[in-house]
């Protein structure tokens, strides 16, 4: 079984990678070692009180985790990129990181899952409404990035436990086949 890797946190909030950070936020989403230089900065409206109890944030494509989080995963080839959340009344939290996937494969079963494809401009957007995985495409790697959708990250049943037993809060896992839209 394959799941997406997702989130949860206590109020709808997004936390926003700073437009004057150094690195384009989708250098993020290719696979590679980035090189930083500097802090890079993430914005939200507020720091609640709760956050540092959350494992994993809500953040566009690339994933903010705990170092409890980074600590328990540093066996795999991820990259853990500290960074400085910073509110609108200027105060800073600098305890979490980008988890940057160094794996991208490509591994969506392209006759099995339903997808939608709309024209914007000259872009193509993906919209992928049921998403099915091809068996045994990551390549006995436990978390990747999704070739096809690269704001998607695909984790294995032995990652999803791995979560579980240490108890990472904010983490949820959306089953492959799942989907939110009607039939």
């Given at each position: 079984m394959y799941y997406e890797l997702s989130h949860f946190y206590k109020r709808d909030v997004y936390f926003l990678y700073d437009d004057e950070n150094n690195i384009e936020s989708n250098e993020f989403e290719?696979?590679?070692?980035?090189?930083?230089?500097?802090?890079?900065i993430y914005r939200v409206d507020k720091l609640d009180s709760y956050l540092s109890t959350y494992d994993i944030l809500p953040t566009f494509n690339t994933p903010l985790v705990?170092?409890?989080?980074?600590?328990?995963?540093?066996?795999?080839?991820l990259q853990f990129i500290n960074?400085?959340?910073?509110?609108?009344?200027?105060?800073?939290?600098?305890?979490?990181?980008?988890?940057?996937?160094?794996?991208?494969?490509?591994c969506m079963d392209s006759e099995k899952s339903i997808v939608e494809i709309k024209k914007y401009g000259s872009?193509?957007?993906?919209?992928?409404?049921?998403?099915?995985?091809?068996?045994?495409?990551?390549?006995?790697?436990?978390?990747i990035r999704m070739e096809e959708k690269k704001s998607y990250i695909i984790i294995t049943e032995e990652f999803k436990k791995r979560c579980e037993e240490a108890g990472l809060k904010g983490v949820e896992f959306i089953e492959e086949g799942h989907s939110i839209y009607t039939e």
């Open positions: 290719k696979g590679n070692i980035i090189n930083v230089e500097g802090k890079l705990s170092k409890k989080f980074a600590d328990f995963f540093k066996d795999l080839n960074i400085t959340i910073i509110d609108k009344q200027g105060n800073s939290n600098n305890d979490y990181y980008i988890l940057n996937v160094l794996d991208v494969v490509s872009a193509n957007i993906m919209t992928i409404k049921k998403l099915y995985i091809i068996p045994d495409s990551l390549n006995n790697l436990s978390i």
